[in-house]
């Protein structure tokens, strides 16, 4: 685990009760009945922090907690991944330490396989035929950010030859954290491929329907009365086939003719 100090500073707005307003500078009046009183303050910087100076002593004031999330994005030298962190709390002089958690690295290999298919959460690693045909392209993994409008995303490379250890990816990911898959092939005659996964080891295997077992479909897009229909040029159209799971799926799209 990596541990990073960072300081936040947070500006609060105070103001003094009524009737306590003076010109800086100035010396507080004395209260009735103490002829002898002696301030131990003139301004709110003679007073500890979360204190202002009324009437010449040092009042806490009363303060509401504030809970913010934090997103750390630490750099591609680091080897760590960008991560948030929900109901963070200021801590007393006003730090606040984060620890930033290891990435996860995941290996495996992505083959063509008839009848087979990953399942929505990973359970194990499924069982990969040693003579399916391997598909390259590229795999991105993404997952919903704590901070509103933000992503966690990791993506890389998916090669056909397997190096030493027998993969043919590896991609660094977040633990804890269900991440939808997009596996985008090389082979144009091989649509996308979408799924979720919880990755809880670091194999993970993506097994691709067969390519027998895709269908080809063709058609027109149109617009316009039933009587004379005019072709939409150049729109593009996405189809995809839910599997039994609900959430894993095969997409494909295509352009019309211009």
Same mark, same amino acid.
């Given at each position: 685990?990596?541990?990073?100090?960072?300081?936040?500073?947070?500006?609060?707005a105070c103001s003094s009760p009524a009737g306590t307003e003076r010109p800086a500078g100035s010396t507080p009046?004395?209260?009735?009945?103490?002829?002898?009183?002696?301030?131990?303050?003139?301004?709110?910087?003679?007073?500890?922090?979360?204190?202002?100076?009324?009437?010449?002593?040092?009042?806490?004031?009363?303060?509401?907690?504030?809970?913010?999330?934090?997103?750390?994005?630490?750099?591609?030298?680091?080897?760590?991944?960008?991560?948030?962190?929900?109901?963070?709390?200021?801590?007393?002089?006003?730090?606040?330490?984060?620890?930033?958690?290891?990435?996860?690295?995941?290996s495996g290999v992505v083959a063509l396989q008839a009848g087979h298919g990953n399942?929505?959460?990973?359970?194990?690693?499924?069982?990969?035929?040693?003579?399916?045909?391997?598909?390259?392209?590229?795999?991105?993994?993404?997952?919903?950010?704590?901070?509103?409008?933000?992503? =966690?995303? #990791?993506?890389?490379?998916?090669? %056909?030859? *397997? !190096?030493?250890?027998?993969? /043919?990816?590896?991609?660094? @990911?977040?633990?804890?954290?269900?991440?939808?898959?997009?596996?985008?092939?090389?082979?144009?005659?091989?649509?996308?491929?979408?799924?979720?996964?919880? =990755?809880? #080891?670091?194999?993970?295997?993506? %097994?691709? *329907? !067969?390519?027998?077992?895709? /269908?080809?479909?063709?058609? @027109?897009?149109?617009?316009?009365?039933?009587?004379?229909?005019?072709?939409?040029?150049?729109?593009?159209?996405?189809?995809?086939?839910?599997?039994?799971?609900?959430?894993?799926?095969?997409?494909?799209?295509?352009?019309? !003719?211009?």
């Amino acid at each position: 685990m990596t541990r990073i100090a960072m300081c936040l500073l947070v500006a609060v707005a105070c103001s003094s009760p009524a009737g306590t307003e003076r010109p800086a500078g100035s010396t507080p009046r004395q209260p009735e009945g103490s002829a002898s009183f002696s301030p131990v303050c003139t301004t709110d910087s003679d007073c500890a922090a979360g204190s202002g100076c009324v009437q010449g002593a040092c009042v806490v004031y009363p303060t509401t907690e504030t809970l913010f999330a934090v997103a750390v994005d630490p750099g591609e030298k680091s080897g760590l991944l960008s991560e948030q962190f929900g109901g963070v709390r200021i801590g007393p002089g006003g730090t606040v330490n984060i620890t930033m958690p290891d990435p996860m690295t995941v290996s495996g290999v992505v083959a063509l396989q008839a009848g087979h298919g990953n399942d929505l959460i990973d359970s194990g690693p499924p069982e990969v035929d040693a003579n399916a045909p391997r598909v390259s392209g590229r795999l991105v993994a993404t997952a919903p950010g704590l901070v509103p409008g933000t992503q =966690f995303r #990791s993506e890389a490379k998916v090669g %056909l030859e *397997p !190096d030493e250890n027998g993969v /043919t990816y590896t991609i660094k @990911v977040l633990g804890n954290r269900v991440y939808e898959l997009a596996f985008l092939p090389d082979d144009p005659a091989l649509p996308p491929y979408y799924m979720s996964a919880l =990755f809880t #080891s670091g194999r993970f295997d993506i %097994l691709l *329907p !067969d390519a027998s077992e895709y /269908t080809r479909v063709e058609g @027109v897009v149109v617009r316009g009365p039933k009587e004379s229909p005019e072709p939409v040029r150049g729109a593009r159209v996405t189809a995809s086939v839910a599997q039994p799971l609900g959430q894993k799926s095969v997409q494909a799209a295509a352009l019309t !003719d211009e």
